[in-house]
């Protein structure tokens, strides 16, 4: 983490130098660093999908539901990142609509979880 840290606070700093001297160039550098972070991240998800398996293996849990999880973690991470980038950048309208699009994306995408919970409840009222 303290490296993600440095990583981006050097980043901040040198973008910001960029930036007075060409404004475009401190977008370039920000898209960059991102994809830099993203890259340390995306090394840390496979620990996180094995910790998740191995609680799958604990309980008898449906596999799907452990993949939208994962889903809704994506849809979450991307949505944010180009969100923040958009912003960033000075479009807030399209910052906005990326917002909106992650939100509509994560409620499709949870609805199977959604109805199983209610056929859940729904069996537990019946009897």
Do not use: H, N
């Amino acid at each position: 983490m303290i490296t993600v840290a440095v990583m981006g606070i050097l980043s901040v700093l040198l973008a910001v130098q960029v930036k007075a001297l060409k404004p475009e160039f401190g977008v370039y550098m920000s898209l960059a660093v991102c994809l830099a972070l993203f890259g340390a991240v995306s090394g840390r998800l496979e620990l996180l999908v094995d910790s998740i398996r191995q609680i799958q293996s604990y309980i008898s849990l449906d596999a799907g539901y452990l993949g939208i999880l994962m889903k809704m973690a994506g849809i979450t991470y991307i949505a944010e990142l180009a969100s923040d980038l958009c912003k960033d950048a000075g479009y807030q309208a399209v910052s906005g609509q990326i917002e909106l699009f992650g939100k509509l994306a994560l409620l499709a995408v949870s609805m199977p979880v959604i109805l199983a919970l209610l056929e859940t409840v729904s069996s537990f009222l019946q009897v």
